[in-house]
Every structure is written in structure tokens, then in C-alpha cells.
């Protein structure tokens, strides 16, 4: 397990791990800004991981899938958005039933097109392509690591860097900071509230639609019944862990993947498959009590500098 925990294809298996969750990270990141409690990325990336299969399968075209899958995840988004800002229906719910309608929903369709509920492997999908990046791939080590991943994986690292400049360096961005930590000060200033959070969500759910499309087009050839497993969830605790900063969030993400390619790798020590299960949400839980220890010590901290300046 050391041996294998030191080589380079566990950084490579690293990587390949967290890319799905490095993509939820980043939409959980713009859906923080805005302050909205969103928990529907499993919906978004079931949606689109089937959506980008069924695209790809009779169009036999990249990039009609692709397309199919992010409009199918954007229909998620765009009714999450919907119903919780212009119905104000309760976010967490709402999460919870679009969720449950992207697992049970997929199947459905899936069974509809192929007679089977397992999965699409019946249909004659495409896969992005897996990219050797020229002279790199030939330096030593170096290349073992950066080159040979899919396509997307190199979308995701690049999504930390346009989500950091949307955020922080673009008009909108501010806008959807501003909703977010004070919508009432914002609407003062003519800031449409509603429209603004609504568009952060549409980005948001484009984002993690990506992280679908990998599942089904990158990491697997095909979809199959509920494959997310739960990585919306843990990109959702990757952004809380990195408090809504991209380059932390991306952090943690990789930390989520590490995990999960030991509780994979774990499996052929003859451990129970339960292992690689728990694994992410048992790092999740050590990094909480970290986290709210360290909370709570600031805390103190600050009770401590305001009473003594209160006794002077």
C-alpha cells in the first residue's frame, strides 16, 4: 500500500479521481458566493452524464453530446433556481428532490432506450479523448504525472482559474458576492437580487454538468445507475472546507481523490468494498473537527482581545 501510495500512478489516479469532484468544488464555490444552500449537483450530474451518452450515441458527435449533457444539466439548474428563488420553496428540499429524481429519473430513461436498468453499455457512445501533451509527455516523471489524462481533467484544473477570475476580477462576479453577503445593501444600489443569484446558479450548474459528462464520457465509457456516488456531496464539503476560496476548494478536492484511490486500492488487500466507500466522508468528518476546532480557538481568541480592551 506505501509503495503504491508513492508512485507516480497514484498521483495520476489522484488526479483522475478528483476531477469530478474538483468540478462540483468550483460550482459549490460560485452557488456559495451567491449564498445559496444547493445540494442538487447529483440531479445536475446524473442528468448530464446520461444526457451526454444518449447525445453522443445517435448523433455519434463529441460535441452534440457534449452539448446535450450540459443542457441537460442546466434544466436542473435552471429548476432548482426557479423554484427556490422566484417560489421560495426551501433549498435543502428542493436539493433533495431533484436528487432523487436524477437517480430514479435516469434510470427510467435509460430503461426506456435500452430495455435494460443498468446502464447504457447497449449504446454506441463517444468518450473524450485522452491527451499526450507534446515534449512534456517525454520529460521524466514530470510527464508520467501532467500528461495522458482525459481531456476534461485538464478542463477541471483550468475551471480553478476562470471561477477565481470570475469571482474575484469580473463585474459579475462582484455582483454575485455583493447578493450574497448583503442582497438588501446590494438592491439598493440596483442590483437585481432574484436575477443575479439565478445566473450564478446557471453557472454553477453548467460547472458541475461537467463533472457529469466525465463520469459517463472520460472516466467510464458508458453511464450506469446512480454513478456520481455521492461526489456531489463531497464537493459541496470540499468548498466548505476551502471557505468558498478556489485554489483551497481544488485543495481539498485532491485530498477527496487521494482518499478514494486508496479505498479503491484497498480493495485488492482484500478489504471490504465499504472501505473505498467511506473513505472521502471520513476525511470529510476529520477535516470538520479540524476546522471547527480551529473556529472555535479564533473565537476564544477574540473573547479574550475584546475583554481586555473592555477592562482597559
Not at 498521483?11 to 460550482?27: E, S
Not at 449504446?123 to 499526450?132: N, Y
Not at 484544473?157 to 470570475?166: G, K, R, T
Request: hydrophobic share 55%; net charge positive; with cysteine.
Amino acid at each position: 500500500m506505501l509503495d503504491y501510495i508513492f508512485s507516480l500512478e497514484f498521483i495520476f489516479a489522484v488526479i483522475r479521481m478528483g476531477t469530478p469532484i474538483l468540478f462540483v468544488g468550483m460550482a459549490a464555490v460560485i452557488g456559495a458566493k451567491a449564498d445559496i444552500l444547493c445540494i442538487a449537483y447529483e440531479g445536475m450530474m446524473l442528468f448530464a452524464a446520461l444526457g451526454g451518452v444518449i447525445g453522443s450515441a445517435y448523433s455519434q458527435n463529441l460535441a452534440v453530446g457534449a452539448i446535450v449533457g450540459l443542457l441537460a444539466g442546466l434544466v436542473i439548474a435552471a429548476i432548482f433556481a426557479y423554484f427556490v428563488l422566484y417560489l421560495d420553496t426551501k433549498p435543502l428540499l428542493t436539493g433533495l428532490a431533484l436528487n432523487t429524481l436524477g437517480t430514479g429519473g435516469t434510470v427510467y430513461v435509460v430503461y426506456l432506450l435500452t430495455g435494460m436498468k443498468l446502464d447504457t453499455s447497449s449504446l454506441a457512445s463517444l468518450r473524450f479523448p485522452t491527451i499526450h501533451i507534446p515534449v512534456i509527455k517525454d520529460i521524466p516523471v514530470i510527464g508520467s504525472i501532467i500528461s495522458g489524462h482525459n481531456l476534461l481533467s485538464y478542463v477541471a484544473f483550468i475551471m480553478v482559474i476562470v471561477v477565481w477570475y470570475l469571482v474575484f476580477k469580473t463585474r459579475l462576479g462582484l455582483r454575485i458576492r455583493a447578493v450574497g453577503e448583503d442582497p438588501a445593501a446590494a438592491a439598493s444600489v440596483g442590483i437585481n437580487v432574484r436575477r443575479t443569484k439565478f445566473i450564478a446558479l446557471l453557472i454553477s450548474g453548467l460547472i458541475a454538468s461537467m463533472g457529469g459528462l466525465f463520469m459517463s464520457m472520460g472516466y467510464m465509457p458508458y453511464f450506469t445507475n446512480n454513478m456520481t456516488a455521492g461526489r456531489g456531496f463531497i464537493g459541496i464539503a470540499a468548498q466548505n472546507l476551502g471557505r468558498g476560496n478556489p485554489i483551497i476548494t481544488m485543495i481539498y478536492t485532491l485530498i477527496f481523490g487521494a482518499s478514494m484511490a486508496i479505498g479503491n486500492t484497498a480493495q485488492s488487500f482484500r478489504l471490504p468494498s465499504q472501505f473505498a466507500s467511506m473513505m472521502p466522508y471520513l476525511i470529510t468528518l476529520i477535516g470538520l473537527v479540524v476546522i471547527g476546532a480551529r473556529n472555535k480557538k479564533n473565537e476564544r481568541r477574540l473573547h479574550e482581545s475584546i475583554s481586555r480592551k473592555s477592562k482597559v
